[in-house]
């Protein structure tokens, strides 16, 4: 993880019920950047460094996101 921040109020009216949440920007082995909400880390473990991996989450049949959780040397997906 690249860097992050945690949002106190939705970024969107989607997000309301969401908040608090942590956006993380990820920097990919491919060299590029990429920002998403963070599942599944305790306040205690955000750090800049922290290896995480992609999750995909159906939101709709028509609508999915990714979203990154701690990797815990867990292979990428």
Not at 13 to 35: K, N
Not at 47 to 75: K, Q, W, Y
Request: with cysteine.
């Amino acid at each position: 993880m690249y860097s992050f921040t945690t949002q106190y109020r939705p970024g969107a009216p989607g997000f309301a019920d969401e908040v608090p949440y942590t956006l993380a920007l990820v920097e990919l082995d491919e060299g590029f950047r990429v920002l998403a909400d963070l599942r599944d880390c305790p306040d205690e473990d955000l750090a800049v460094g922290l290896p995480v991996r992609a999750i995909f989450d159906e939101v709709s049949p028509n609508f999915t996101l990714p979203r990154f959780v701690p990797s815990n040397g867990e292979a990428a997906t």
